[in-house]
């Protein structure tokens, strides 16, 4: 029999060490190692007992087997108590702990009173000592305990296993085992021999119990299996689930995001409860491809439902699903994707908006490139002829007549021109194109452009040129001369009596590069100081009483304001109504040439002269071919060569002029763009083909002159560009740039 003793406390504090080995702090578990505890320490004194040698030591021994037999019973009670969620007020949990403790003192006077045992004597019964007595008074209360305590506990385990839903089965199911075999196993022990102490070996079998309901209390406990703190505040909701999809527990938030969970029982599964039937699809697609995270909506609220897996070591135990209720970010995330569709519908109807304008500006372009064609083409015709009869005509009358019709022709021609700026401004074709230039022949061939309307209206023109500026520089000096022309213009036309000065100047020079200043001073009728603003509107005039005759389309200052943003600067006015205006700007441009540009009237005669030698110039034995389907184009372009003395041969289509560039060689050709059959684009790439007149420079003569026609034509092989109507300056510049040299005179 020592040896049974000796097992059942080897045991018992095997089960102490394997609770303490896994022991994680938590108010329940402390009722588990207490209990495993007195497990040891009664069976020790069961152990004791059995090798003692004298009735004091049996007495000692038994004392202490007592410890467990007094207080067991309450924790046991208070276990069962915490596993089925109810609670005991304070002062009846310590009631029963006084009550235990009373009982355990009757225990203590043990061998000095009759109280608790009335006799005491040794007894063997096979090996081991055996401690014989008889019952006292006391020994009733004990019994109070032990019978109380069971009925209270089976009550409690059988009714939370019918009614209670949010109780473990199983953990309840081994609970009630456990008293059954507890019972079972005390009553067999009295009927077999009362000398056999079967309580050691319940104490075992009990141990063996607890640390099954400790190991499923640690790993599917709610609190225990996630961060507590969030658990308690109710941040987060979260549910718990075995592998069989059976429900372990929730929270109170979990509850009120899945009111349906309050139907669960513990350890059955979720299957049946139709709201939680999201969850198991939501486990079935976690455990298939790793997907932790879902959303979920409830009450017009969003949740981001994250999975994890419960692991016991290496294995896979269970689920645990975190509830974060995520409505803010969802909403932000609804209302942003709300706006980007809205921003998505925006674009679309913008780009919409955008190919219809585009449309519209295309529509507009080709229209104005329509217009500009038909027009240029007789404006050409007008200019041409009206050319020839100031050139022949020897009748100043004649002569006077002609000079009007020039100047009418070169109005319309002027209405054309900022038309079609305009519209190349619009479209965002407008380029700025560099090249060195010498500012005194800019200057002398404004001057030649404006003295003569000056001179009409009777208006003192002077310009005052800084002697020691730069004399050359890079840049557009088109555009340069075309904004300061629009300027001067706008002042002679504006001013019936006084004078109009133009001032150039040259603010600083630093590393190659020269700051200039141009200003255009007159004494016209001024502006209003809330007009200015409005001045670089398109097509608005102001006063039109007073400026009622005269002649423009507005688009004037407008275009001067888009030449110079494109060339980094901007116009500055300062007017006063009644006696005058001033206009300003300054613009960067790169030093070629720092010599300083001297007296600007020397520099003019000497430009005049040097202009007027350049237009007399002649080339009988120049090979020039003519190539346009309009027979007034042709004369009017003879009729322009006819004072240098060329005679050029003619064509009136594409076809005549391959058949002609067949057997003849020229030095210059002329090609009309718009014919039919074959355009001269068609033309020019059939002759490179059959490398006619390879090294003959090909000149584009048309009507066309749409923001980007000269880069077209260049692109396409044609050497340069001439627009209609055809300047006799422009003419002759071409001229004197192909011709080859020995054949100018």
Same mark, same amino acid.
């Given at each position: 029999?020592?040896?049974?003793?000796?097992?059942?406390?080897?045991?018992?504090?095997?089960?102490?060490?394997?609770? =303490?080995?896994?022991?994680?702090?938590?108010?329940?578990?402390?009722?588990?190692?207490?209990?495993?505890?007195?497990?040891? @320490?009664?069976?020790?004194?069961?152990?004791?007992?059995?090798?003692?040698?004298?009735? /004091?030591?049996?007495?000692?021994?038994?004392?202490?087997?007592?410890?467990?037999?007094?207080?067991?019973?309450?924790?046991?009670?208070?276990?069962?108590?915490?596993?089925?969620?109810?609670?005991?007020?304070?002062?009846?949990?310590?009631?029963?702990?006084?009550?235990?403790?009373?009982?355990?003192?009757?225990?203590?006077?043990?061998?000095?009173?009759?109280?608790?045992?009335?006799?005491?004597?040794?007894?063997?019964?096979?090996?081991?000592?055996? @401690?014989?007595?008889?019952?006292?008074?006391? #020994?009733?209360?004990?019994?109070?305990?032990?019978?109380?305590?069971?009925?209270?506990? *089976?009550? @409690?385990?059988?009714?939370?296993?019918?009614?209670?839903?949010?109780?473990?089965?199983?953990?309840?199911?081994?609970?009630?085992?456990?008293?059954?075999?507890?019972?079972?196993?005390?009553?067999?022990?009295?009927?077999?021999?009362?000398?056999?102490?079967?309580?050691?070996?319940?104490?075992?079998?009990?141990?063996?119990?607890?640390?099954?309901?400790?190991?499923?209390?640690?790993?599917?406990?709610?609190?225990?299996?996630?961060?507590? +703190?969030?658990?308690?505040?109710?941040?987060?909701?979260?549910?718990?689930?075995?592998?069989?999809?059976?429900?372990?527990?929730?929270?109170?938030?979990?509850?009120?995001?899945?009111?349906?969970?309050?139907?669960?029982?513990?350890?059955?599964?979720?299957?049946?409860?139709?709201?939680?039937?999201?969850?198991?699809?939501?486990?079935?697609?976690?455990?298939?491809?790793?997907?932790?995270?879902?959303?979920?909506?409830?009450?017009?609220? #969003?949740?981001?439902?994250?999975?994890?897996?419960?692991?016991?070591?290496?294995?896979?135990?269970?689920?645990?699903?975190?509830?974060?209720?995520?409505?803010?970010?969802?909403?932000? *995330?609804?209302?942003?994707?709300?706006?980007?569709?809205?921003?998505?519908?925006?674009?679309?109807?913008?780009?919409?908006?955008?190919?219809?304008?585009?449309?519209?500006?295309?529509?507009?372009?080709?229209?104005?490139?329509?217009?500009?064609?038909?027009?240029?083409?007789?404006?050409?015709?007008?200019?041409?002829?009206?050319?020839?009869?100031?050139?022949?005509?020897?009748?100043?009358?004649?002569?006077?007549?002609?000079?009007?019709?020039?100047?009418?022709?070169?109005?319309?021609?002027?209405? =054309?021109?900022?038309?079609?700026?305009? +519209?190349?401004?619009?479209?965002?074709?407008?380029?700025?194109?560099?090249?060195?230039? #010498?500012?005194?022949?800019?200057?002398?061939?404004?001057?030649?452009?404006?003295?003569?309307?000056?001179?009409?209206? /009777?208006?003192?023109?002077?310009?005052?040129?800084?002697?020691?500026?730069?004399?050359?520089?890079?840049?557009?000096?088109?555009?340069?001369?075309?904004?300061?022309?629009?300027?001067?213009?706008?002042?002679?036309?504006?001013?019936?009596?006084?004078?109009?000065?133009?001032?150039?100047?040259?603010?600083?020079?630093?590393?190659?590069?020269?700051?200039?200043?141009? +200003?255009?001073?007159?004494?016209?009728?001024?502006?209003?100081?809330?007009?200015?603003?409005?001045?670089?509107?398109?097509?608005?005039?102001?006063?039109?009483?007073?400026?009622?005759?005269?002649?423009?389309?507005?688009?004037?200052?407008?275009?001067?304001?888009?030449?110079?943003?494109?060339?980094?600067?901007?116009?500055?006015?300062?007017?006063?109504?009644?006696?005058?205006?001033?206009?300003?700007?300054?613009?960067?441009?790169?030093?070629?040439?720092?010599?300083?540009?001297?007296?600007?009237?020397?520099?003019?005669?000497?430009?005049?002269? /040097?202009?007027?030698?350049?237009?007399?110039?002649?080339?009988?034995?120049?090979? =020039?071919?003519?190539?346009?389907?309009?027979?007034?184009?042709?004369?009017?372009?003879?009729?322009?060569?006819?004072?240098?003395?060329?005679?050029?041969?003619?064509?009136?289509?594409?076809?005549?002029?391959?058949?002609?560039?067949?057997?003849?060689?020229?030095?210059?050709?002329?090609?009309? #763009?718009?014919?039919?059959?074959?355009?001269?684009?068609?033309?020019?790439?059939?002759?490179?083909?059959?490398?006619?007149?390879?090294?003959?420079?090909?000149?584009?003569?048309?009507?066309?002159?749409?923001?980007?026609?000269?880069?077209?034509?260049?692109? /396409?092989?044609?050497?340069?560009?001439?627009?209609?109507?055809?300047?006799?300056?422009?003419?002759?510049?071409?001229?004197?740039?192909?011709?080859?040299?020995?054949? =100018?005179?």
């Amino acid at each position: 029999m020592v040896n049974y003793y000796l097992i059942t406390a080897v045991l018992a504090v095997i089960n102490l060490f394997v609770l =303490i080995f896994i022991f994680e702090p938590k108010k329940t578990n402390y009722y588990f190692m207490i209990l495993l505890l007195l497990f040891a @320490l009664t069976n020790g004194a069961y152990l004791a007992i059995a090798v003692s040698t004298s009735l /004091e030591e049996a007495v000692l021994a038994n004392k202490i087997s007592y410890l467990g037999g007094c207080f067991m019973p309450p924790i046991v009670l208070f276990l069962i108590i915490a596993i089925c969620n109810y609670t005991i007020k304070p002062w009846l949990r310590c009631g029963l702990y006084i009550y235990s403790a009373i009982v355990y003192f009757s225990v203590l006077t043990i061998g000095y009173s009759n109280i608790y045992y009335d006799s005491i004597y040794l007894d063997k019964f096979m090996d081991a000592t055996v @401690l014989g007595h008889t019952y006292g008074p006391a #020994h009733k209360m004990f019994y109070v305990i032990l019978y109380g305590y069971l009925i209270i506990q *089976i009550a @409690l385990l059988v009714y939370s296993l019918v009614k209670r839903r949010v109780v473990s089965k199983y953990s309840l199911g081994a609970m009630l085992l456990m008293e059954v075999v507890t019972i079972s196993l005390f009553i067999a022990g009295r009927m077999i021999n009362p000398n056999i102490e079967i309580m050691p070996l319940v104490y075992v079998t009990d141990g063996w119990f607890f640390l099954y309901m400790y190991r499923r209390g640690m790993v599917y406990n709610v609190e225990d299996n996630i961060a507590g +703190s969030f658990a308690k505040q109710g941040t987060y909701g979260y549910i718990m689930l075995d592998t069989k999809l059976n429900y372990l527990g929730c929270n109170q938030t979990a509850v009120s995001i899945f009111p349906g969970i309050s139907e669960c029982v513990v350890d059955h599964t979720i299957t049946k409860v139709p709201e939680m039937e999201v969850i198991s699809t939501w486990i079935g697609e976690y455990s298939q491809n790793a997907k932790k995270v879902f959303n979920y909506e409830n009450k017009e609220r #969003h949740f981001e439902c994250r999975i994890e897996s419960i692991m016991y070591g290496r294995k896979v135990c269970g689920y645990m699903v975190e509830l974060r209720d995520d409505t803010d970010r969802w909403q932000k *995330i609804n209302l942003i994707s709300k706006h980007n569709a809205e921003l998505q519908e925006l674009t679309v109807q913008l780009e919409k908006a955008k190919e219809e304008a585009e449309r519209a500006n295309k529509a507009k372009s080709d229209f104005l490139a329509r217009v500009s064609h038909e027009i240029r083409t007789p404006v050409n015709a007008i200019l041409g002829m009206n050319e020839m009869i100031l050139r022949e005509s020897d009748d100043d009358e004649i002569c006077n007549y002609a000079d009007d019709v020039k100047n009418a022709a070169l109005s319309l021609l002027s209405i =054309i021109n900022e038309l079609l700026d305009s +519209s190349k401004i619009e479209s965002g074709m407008m380029e700025i194109i560099e090249e060195n230039y #010498h500012l005194g022949s800019v200057l002398n061939d404004l001057y030649t452009m404006v003295s003569i309307r000056a001179k009409e209206k /009777e208006l003192s023109l002077s310009f005052e040129v800084d002697e020691k500026m730069p004399r050359a520089y890079c840049g557009d000096a088109k555009r340069i001369k075309q904004v300061v022309l629009n300027i001067l213009t706008n002042a002679i036309k504006y001013t019936t009596q006084g004078s109009v000065l133009l001032k150039v100047s040259c603010n600083k020079v630093e590393q190659e590069e020269a700051v200039l200043t141009f +200003s255009v001073k007159d004494t016209g009728i001024g502006i209003r100081n809330e007009n200015i603003e409005k001045i670089y509107d398109a097509f608005q005039r102001f006063d039109l009483e007073k400026n009622k005759n005269v002649e423009g389309t507005g688009l004037g200052m407008n275009i001067v304001q888009q030449f110079l943003k494109l060339m980094g600067s901007e116009l500055k006015i300062v007017s006063e109504y009644g006696k005058g205006s001033e206009f300003s700007f300054e613009i960067r441009q790169k030093v070629i040439d720092a010599t300083p540009i001297g007296d600007f009237k020397d520099k003019k005669s000497y430009l005049a002269k /040097e202009s007027v030698q350049k237009k007399g110039f002649t080339a009988p034995d120049a090979k =020039i071919l003519v190539v346009d389907d309009n027979k007034m184009n042709i004369k009017v372009l003879k009729g322009l060569l006819k004072q240098n003395k060329v005679q050029p041969d003619e064509a009136m289509s594409g076809k005549e002029c391959l058949a002609l560039t067949e057997h003849n060689t020229y030095d210059l050709i002329f090609l009309d #763009h718009m014919m039919p059959e074959m355009d001269g684009i068609e033309t020019l790439h059939v002759m490179k083909e059959k490398k006619l007149c390879e090294n003959t420079p090909v000149i584009m003569l048309t009507a066309n002159a749409i923001a980007g026609d000269r880069e077209r034509y260049l692109a /396409e092989g044609f050497n340069d560009f001439i627009s209609k109507p055809v300047m006799p300056q422009v003419l002759n510049e071409v001229l004197l740039k192909y011709l080859p040299e020995e054949k =100018i005179l």
